[in-house]
């Protein structure tokens, strides 16, 4: 079923919903529903999950906005042409990863972070030797400052593209001051809608860029367990990987996917912090890991090492979806 997804054609688009349902079916079957912490003042979450409020109409938004997701994911990868072979795969390792296991297939407010996410890495790899890169620049920026509003420990990967600027251009100081505006502007904006509603929620609001809490890795259940070894097992494979990915590629791509390597790099400390213990905190790399870990299916020219590794995965979301 996997190489259905080699090619980059029209009809992959379409296919990939029906495959995001199958790997999903049982979030359909067995949904699960995300509870938001409303005390954190976030208005525009306590907003979506008012209205998205059953766990079957979390689970049916997931399956959407993971779709949407996926096709960015491969417009990313395609049009950067981080892979020899141009395919979907990097989209469906993302919808696989991002479904392994009950806890992280949630409608979190991390997955609905990484859409903006998502729209920063696009505008950081556009700057590439682009002369006029102010709208893209202010973009990442504000970008990230919409990710980090709607999860607090994606205020790590303000870091990430700062040094991801630095990797691609000569960043000037005028386009420093375009970087850190868009990411202010956003900030600016919300905080001033949050004084005028009431005082206490704006303070809430605040203090939601700042308050931390260690993950303590204990109580984790078999289901979280297999999550983390899948993903620990991945990253592994990618970082030794490293030549492999930059080999006979030009400079452009080899920068693209250093990037990619500091943004996992960026992700682990933000896997490590949160308000809660939940392994649903592992899908911040997801994103990292899918792009990069699809370079190797793509060069990969045997069918059946790449259908292995996706029986795998849909061996895991299986057992995991029904016994945990």
Not at 93 to 103: A, G, H, K, N
Not at 205 to 213: A, I, N, R, V
Not at 238 to 250: A, D, L
Request: glycine share 4%; net charge positive; with cysteine.
């Amino acid at each position: 079923m996997l190489e259905l997804f080699r090619k980059n054609i029209f009809l992959n688009m379409i296919l990939l919903l029906p495959y995001i349902i199958l790997v999903r079916l049982g979030t359909l079957i067995f949904p699960s529903k995300y509870y938001y912490v409303y005390e954190e003042g976030n208005l525009f979450l306590i907003y979506v999950y008012s209205i998205i409020d059953t766990p079957i109409l979390q689970s049916i938004t997931a399956i959407l906005l993971i779709y949407l997701q996926a096709l960015y994911i491969n417009r990313i990868s395609i049009n950067n042409k981080l892979a020899l072979d141009v395919s979907y795969f990097a989209g469906i390792i993302y919808v696989l990863l991002i479904s392994l296991t009950p806890d992280v297939s949630v409608l979190s407010s991390i997955l609905i972070a990484n859409t903006f996410v998502l729209f920063a890495i696009s505008n950081l790899f556009k700057t590439y030797k682009n002369l006029s890169a102010k709208i893209q620049i202010f973009n990442v920026g504000f970008f990230l400052s919409v990710a980090a509003y709607l999860h607090k420990p994606y205020l790590f990967l303000f870091v990430f593209a700062f040094i991801g600027l630095l990797i691609l251009r000569s960043f000037k100081w005028h386009e420093k001051l375009q970087y850190f505006s868009g990411y202010l502007v956003f900030i600016f904006l919300v905080s001033g809608v949050y004084y005028f509603l009431m005082e206490n929620v704006w303070h809430s609001f605040s203090m939601s860029f700042l308050q931390f809490g260690w993950i303590i890795m204990e109580g984790i259940t078999i289901s979280g367990g297999i999550c983390l070894a899948v993903y620990f097992f991945l990253l592994t494979f990618i970082i030794f990987n490293y030549n492999s990915y930059i080999g006979k590629k030009n400079i452009q791509i080899q920068k693209m996917i250093d990037l990619l390597y500091w943004f996992l790099l960026a992700s682990l400390p933000i896997a490590l912090f949160a308000g809660e213990i939940n392994i649903v905190e592992i899908k911040v790399l997801a994103i990292g890991i899918s792009m990069l870990f699809a370079i190797t299916l793509a060069a990969n020219k045997n069918v059946l090492i790449n259908e292995f590794i996706h029986i795998i995965f849909l061996g895991v979301i299986t057992y995991t979806h029904l016994f945990f």
